[in-house]
């Protein structure tokens, strides 16, 4: 019976070596590389009315910084609006500086989770 526990015991300790071992080298993975999407191709390309897949999140990024109607005032009839007068010029300065941030950064990467 004790030379069964030793040889357990040996065969531990050997197990336990290998192990730490394993652990010691070094095994980085390699380095993700993320590409920001062209903004100049963006703007030029999926300005609205464009419907191609590929502007999807464009669009989406406009739908959620500007309202229904300021966006009808800046891809369609922008006279047809009551405060095109008095709000016109301020959504287009806000639309310019939302493209240099695109042009600039590239699109936002959007987060998801995964469970």
Known sequence: MSKTLLAFGL???AGSAVTQSAVAQDETLS???????NGERLIV???????E?????????IRMNFTPR???MLFGGSTAYLEYPTAYERVRTRYVAFLDDIQENGLPVEARYRY
Not at 31 to 37: L, M, N, Q
Not at 53 to 61: G, M, T, V
């Open 11 to 13: 065969l531990l300790a």
């Open 31 to 37: 380095p993700i590389v993320v590409e920001r999407a």
């Open 45 to 51: 390309d999926c300005a609205p009315p464009n419907s």
């Open 53 to 61: 897949p590929s502007c999807a999140r464009f669009h989406e990024l």
């Open 70 to 72: 300021e966006i009808g």
